[in-house]
């Protein structure tokens, strides 16, 4: 009776191991569940981030293609482009006149008409970096665009590069010195924070034709991938080849006549 009463309790070496095994499997969970979590994080940061970058450059490319340019006053409605670096990614500006809305509050007077835009990168009230955006009449002097208060749009933004196509040379350009005319193609690239410390930024990039620019050659259509300036000449052989059998037709109808 005695005997049977002992081997219903655990000994010191069983009740050791079984906390042993169950401290193990609470790390494995524990561990789990921090992985998970912390992709979950940043998954959902990534995504946050890539929102913010894709309204801001859908905000970009939308002024870009709505660039003004009148030759009777080429200084006014030229493009400017500042090449600058700010800590680890570059912090270009760049300024244009515009007939768009974009970047502008819906209660302000310059929605209804022409006016110059300079998006850069500067620090908010915070003190973060962030995609910066002024607005002033397109006539305005250029020195006073200093007095006027920027637009934080986004602080997950926080670099902005720009380059302007070299038809002539066929390469990608830092610099715009014709600041009294309109480049036809460039490339924008928005930096963000990178997923992970000591990571490389997040970028988003795009091409934009500036459609009042001047005509683009082969050579950036090239330069795209693309086969633009070979489906024109396509096209304008078949339009002159249909005029020429319509010409043919209604000889031929005069002679039967």
Partial sequence: MNADRKRKGFTLLELLVAMVLMVTAMTIIIGTFSTITRAWEQGSKAIDGLHHGDFVMEQLVSALRSAAFFKSAPEKYGFWLESRESGSSPNDKISWVTAGTAFIPRDSYLTRGLHRIETTIEDNKDGDESFAVRAFPHLADPEDAGDVDAWHISSIVKGLDCKVYNTEDEV??????????????????????????????????????????????????????????????????????????????????????
């Avoid at 924008?188 to 500036?210: K, S």
């Fill in 172 to 257: 990608w350009e830092d610099e715009w010195e014709d600041t009294n005319a309109l480049p036809s193609i460039i490339q924008v690239t928005l930096y963000m924070d990178p997923l992970e410390e000591y990571g490389d930024p997040v970028e988003i990039t795009r091409m934009v034709r500036i459609p009042v620019a001047p005509a683009v050659t082969a050579a950036v259509n090239q330069a795209q991938g693309g086969q633009g300036a070979d489906k024109a000449a396509e096209e304008e052989n078949t339009e002159s080849s249909t005029q020429n059998n319509n010409q043919n037709q209604n000889k031929a109808n005069i002679t039967k006549k």
